[in-house]
């Protein structure tokens, strides 16, 4: 039995692994889909006598996270290799701006280094330059000697970098530096960047290639998705067994306040408890599916923030279809799971919510 109930729990989480990733998915779905493959095992095989059982043992191990509504239990597979991956990533991430804030500092120290030795050569060729060529009594006339490269025992034309500045003679043996295109002095850099400035313009851009990367990735073609989804006007479910005592599990509110983010709703309760208001984390809700042409607002993915009609339900998939418009045209959305979609209020919205 231990045998077959270690091969169940593996072809169960290879199941929700494989066609459903880190999703949020009712528990029997992915048994049904287990249980299409003729070579399964089957439940009563194993150590646990009902769904129920082997769902809560695998919340237990910390293997998913499940969580039991109305609807039934729901799991959701926690990747282990993808949250080693993330937690390596950032380290490495971490560990590259420190090496970058060392060479920017390192590079600030060259700099100031190089600074201080032209300033200290410039003095002194200034003083150099400034000193008078004098003949004292009796001494022999002074011949200064233009030569070419060729010639024996004159000073040379140094060479020239035409990059950085030109070097010439003035015609009394001494040599003068300007800059390229310039007056004579020390070259002040012109347009020509700094290393830390080239470094941080890469920064910046990786930085944003990064980011346009991460949104294609949580939006891709299917729009874009958050982990905030609470909107004003909407009708959400309590699911929180403890709040009130209990009292209001199970209980309908309309969203007419969002705080701390738009992560912490305050509402409005309806039905037995209507008047009453209470104020609890999006966590601790879930969305309400109204009657086909009911007024619905789309909380995630294609469309996400759009009012619509929804058309009819897919209870199988636990989706449903709902239309919107979109740029003065009606646009079907066919697939739209619970949970991207909730009942809307449109009438308090427009009225009182304004």
Known sequence: MEKFSQEFEESYLEAL???????RVPANQVYQELICNKTHIHMNATKWDSLTTFVKYLGKKGICLVDETEKGW?????????????????????EEVEEEVRQQRLMA???????????GKGEEKGAEASRELKRGDGESKIVIGVHGDSGGGGIKRARVNVFEREEEDDGLGMIKKKAVGGQGGLEKGGGKKSEMEKLMEQDAARKAAEERARKKEEGGEEGE??????????????????????????????????????????????????????RIDQEELETVIPAPGGQVKVLNGRGRGKEGVLMG????????????????????????????????DRDWLLGEGR
């Open 74 to 94: 729901f799991v959701q597979w926690i990747d282990r290799e993808y949250l080693l991956r993330r937690e390596e990533l950032e380290k490495a991430r971490k």
């Open 109 to 119: 120290a060259r700099a100031a280094a190089a600074a201080a030795a032209a300033t």
């Open 17 to 23: 692994s494989r066609l459903h990733g880190t999703k």
């Open 225 to 278: 998705r958050t982990e905030q989804w609470l909107t004003r006007g909407i009708v959400v479910k309590i699911i929180n067994k403890r709040l009130g005592g209990g009292r209001f599990y199970k209980k309908k509110g309309r969203v007419e306040k969002l705080l701390e983010g738009g992560f912490v709703a305050e509402l409005c309760l309806l039905g037995d408890g209507e008047g009453g208001r209470v």
């Open 313 to 344: 339900l897919d209870e199988e998939r636990y989706a449903c279809r709902v239309r919107l418009r979109e740029g003065g045209r009606e646009v079907v959305l066919e697939g739209v799971e619970y949970e991207d979609v909730c009942k809307f």
